[in-house]
């Protein structure tokens, strides 16, 4: 089933961060790691885990953006914004790439599967 790539929650995104990740779609099947890992093994927790999340921020160089409060102009209105932020920027002639998620590895994780896969990405029924 399609999804956007920002809606992708649990193990939905640890399965999308998989296939971006070990690069074999024919690998997975209905969420299970086939071959790399073994059979019937669940996709790694990838949004939930900073061993196994942090080499992959490191080396594609995620940045990630704290929540924040935003001033709206000169006034004193605030506009709290209450999401994790992750940014991709590969090359200063490419658009960056973004993600925003609940925590900071679910923002980096999106900004990940983004970057690799698109904007959606085909995840089996039984992980939605």
């Not at 949004?47 to 940045?63: K, N, V």
Request: glycine residues 10%; contains cysteine.
């Amino acid at each position: 089933m399609k999804i956007k790539t920002s809606e992708l929650t649990n193990g939905a995104l640890d399965y999308a961060v998989a296939m971006a990740e070990l690069g074999c779609e024919g690998c997975l099947d209905r969420g299970l790691l086939v071959h790399r890992i073994g059979y019937g093994q669940p996709a790694p927790n990838y949004s939930t885990d900073w061993a196994l999340s942090g080499p992959i921020i490191r080396r594609e160089r995620i940045s990630i953006m704290a929540p924040i409060v935003r001033r709206i102009g000169k006034e004193k209105h605030a506009l709290p914004v209450d999401y994790w932020r992750a940014m991709i920027c590969t090359d200063e002639n490419e658009p960056a790439t973004h993600g925003r998620g609940t925590t900071e590895l679910v923002a980096a994780m999106i900004c990940f599967v983004t970057s690799k896969l698109g904007d959606e990405v085909d995840i089996p029924e039984g992980l939605l």
